[in-house]
């Protein structure tokens, strides 16, 4: 889906971007925290969307189980708080949860009066939602639409970003670097944020797009391991790139393992939806006996890293290719009704999931840290907000609880917009003159396969050193082998002009060695980060592990 002329068009080369041209908001990113935060500020200037690929490729399009909230009266903001405190593992910041939770409902209830669908039946003359359990919840509070959840919320709010004059979406154009005050020679004091350098991906140039606040919604990171649940556009851009221009970033060894992908070789990243444990699906080894009650006494319903973990350790110890998710005991007309999706992928895969086991494995699949942001997405740079999963917000601490993603980009995408609004209303600065993206001597490559070849070297890497049980002696061979990659990666990009997958690869490069970093920081063993040289909790380690470009 084309939603506007790609970038290249709208933007004639120039050696600076005129006034005209100048943006209030640059959104990187289109997914459910960059769309809520385009409709926040849409009526109160001009807005440019930036997104590297079609609008709706993003991980929130693929998001199955749904949004949680509290919705129903046996509910409460204090068990929800509990749960999701639970699952962070001493972590998060406590008045953050409580912030996301309280705010919740109004945010969902505002998805609703734009269009969202979410499953619902009616209860006399009144429409009541259905609600979904989770692992890690104790009630039902999680919103979906089938098991298309995110789908239809992407559909939603691109279908209101559309509706809207100010709001113009660039695809195939993916944000490179940002357009700090450093670029204009400045040294010492604090960092401001000016737009960014945008690569257009159909005519291979690269933009000047100035704004007067810009926010990073880039989403995850999945596509750093070797396995993932994530699409492509996954590769951490948002956190390399805000990293770069000098802002901290925090927590980045807390990488979540979905338990539960498909396996099977013409499946690429199909997840199966936790909701299917909610709805008492039950892990069988291949012999059929059930391994989950050795691991932990809520057995299926365990937070996911429990089961994640279980699950590895069971396919390591034993040599499984895989083990299998049964939730034959549901009739098939209920299957159809609350997994048309799963139902449907399967069985074009000769998997008949209302007799069959589903066999699984599990896949990287949500970065809990990121770009450090307060409580209204800002980050330390100044003018530049980050929003969703590319920020580290506190929400999640050392784990995230099922279906808070999707509500955390909502309440800050919002957050952040209207901070940002206010921001503006207050301060009509308008951006410096920039510099144009000088592509010095590089000349175009005639070796693309060093950039595939890092690719995979540096997601294998990851995957077999760096995943769901680590050891120092795993991480600092991980850390000698990245750091080897990023040297090639410079000299290479330097060398030659871009392309979409050498910048991708300069990212997950960078990503990747933070994540190695803040692991062998963090000597002990907290939530989603488990070694075997420290395999307890150590109240020293209850914080969080913050690095920035300054301290490396
Ligand atoms: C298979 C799957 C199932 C999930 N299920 C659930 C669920 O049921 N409930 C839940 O709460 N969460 C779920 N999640 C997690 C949740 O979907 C994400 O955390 C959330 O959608 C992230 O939203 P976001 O707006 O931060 O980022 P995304 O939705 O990932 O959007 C990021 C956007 O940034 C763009 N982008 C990235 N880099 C650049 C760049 N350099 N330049 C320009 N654009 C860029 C991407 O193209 C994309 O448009 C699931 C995730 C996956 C992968």
């Known amino acids: 889906m084309q939603?506007?002329?790609?970038?290249?068009?709208?933007?004639?080369?120039?050696?600076?971007?005129?006034?005209?041209?100048?943006?209030?908001?640059?959104?990187i990113g289109s997914g459910i925290a960059g769309l809520t935060f385009a409709l926040e500020?849409?009526?109160?200037?001009?807005?440019?969307?930036?997104?590297?690929?079609?609008?709706?490729?993003?991980?929130s399009s693929y998001a199955q189980g749904g949004v949680a909230t509290v919705?129903?009266?046996?509910?409460?903001?204090?068990?929800?708080?509990?749960?999701?405190?639970?699952?962070?593992?001493?972590?998060?910041?406590e008045d953050v949860v409580e912030m996301v939770v309280r705010e919740g409902p109004e945010r969902i209830r505002e998805l609703i009066a734009l269009g969202t669908r979410f499953d619902s039946h009616l209860a006399g003359d009144a429409v009541e939602y259905d609600l979904g359990r989770e692992g890690g919840h104790s009630r039902r509070r999680v919103l979906h639409a089938g098991d298309l959840t995110g789908q239809e919320i992407v559909r939603a709010l691109t279908a209101a970003v559309r509706r809207h004059t100010n709001i113009t979406v660039f695809e195939n154009a993916l944000a490179v670097d940002l357009l700090t005050d450093r670029k204009l020679g400045q040294e010492g004091g604090a960092i401001t944020c000016w737009g960014a350098y945008i690569y257009d991906r159909t005519t291979g140039m690269v933009r000047t797009m100035t704004a007067r606040t810009t926010v990073l919604c880039t989403g995850g990171a999945g596509k750093v391991y070797l396995y993932t649940s994530n699409p492509d556009v996954a590769t951490g851009d948002g956190v390399a790139i805000a990293y770069r221009a000098g802002a901290p970033v925090g927590n980045m060894e807390f990488f979540q393992f979905h338990p539960t992908c498909l396996y099977h070789p013409r499946a690429k990243s199909f997840l199966i939806t936790e909701a299917l444990r909610g709805e008492g699906a039950l892990l069988r080894r291949p012999d059929g006996s059930l391994f989950m009650p050795d691991y932990h006494a809520d057995a299926e319903l365990a937070p996911r890293d429990v089961v994640a973990?279980?699950?590895?350790?069971?396919?390591k110890v034993h040599g499984y290719e895989c083990v299998y998710l049964d939730i034959t005991h549901q009739p098939a007309t209920f299957l159809a009704e609350r997994f048309p999706h799963i139902l449907q992928r399967c069985r074009e895969l000769g998997i008949d999931i209302t007799r069959e086991w589903i066999p699984v494995v599990p896949a990287a699949h949500y970065m809990c840290g990121g770009v450090v942001t307060d409580r209204d997405g800002q980050t330390h740079i100044g003018r530049l907000y980050a929003a969703g999963e590319v920020a580290m917000t506190g929400l999640h601490g050392a784990n995230r609880l099922a279906s808070n993603s999707l509500l955390e980009g909502l309440v800050f995408g919002h957050r952040a917009g209207t901070?940002?609004?206010?921001?503006?209303?207050?301060?009509?600065?308008?951006?410096?003159?920039?510099?144009?993206w000088n592509p010095g001597t590089a000349v175009n490559s005639d070796e693309s396969v060093v950039v595939t070849q890092n690719w995979d070297e540096v997601r294998r890497t990851m995957?077999?050193?760096?995943?769901?049980?680590?050891?120092?002696?795993?991480?600092?061979?991980?850390?000698k082998r990245i750091a080897m990659l990023q040297e090639e990666i410079r000299e290479y990009y330097w060398d030659f002009l871009v392309t979409g997958d050498l910048l991708e690869l300069r990212n997950i490069a960078t990503v990747a060695a933070l994540i190695v970093r803040s692991a062998l920081m963090r000597r002990e063993s907290r939530g989603l980060h488990y070694t075997i040289d420290y395999p307890e909790p150590d109240d020293a380690w209850r914080r969080d592990t913050i690095i920035s470009m300054s301290d490396s």
């Open 41 to 59: 500020v849409a009526d109160h200037g001009r807005v440019a969307v930036v997104t590297k690929d079609r609008s709706d490729e993003s991980n």
């Open 71 to 93: 919705w129903s009266a046996e509910d409460s903001f204090d068990a929800h708080v509990a749960d999701t405190l639970a699952a962070g593992a001493g972590l998060c910041h």
């Open 463 to 479: 995957w077999n050193f760096v995943g769901i049980v680590r050891s120092d002696r795993r991480l600092e061979r991980a850390r």
């Open 3 to 27: 939603l506007t002329p790609p970038i290249g068009r709208a933007y004639a080369p120039r050696r600076m971007v005129p006034p005209g041209e100048r943006w209030d908001y640059l959104i």
């Open 309 to 315: 973990r279980a699950i590895d350790h069971e396919m």
């Open 419 to 436: 901070h940002a609004r206010a921001l503006l209303e207050r301060d009509a600065t308008a951006p410096p003159p920039m510099p144009q």
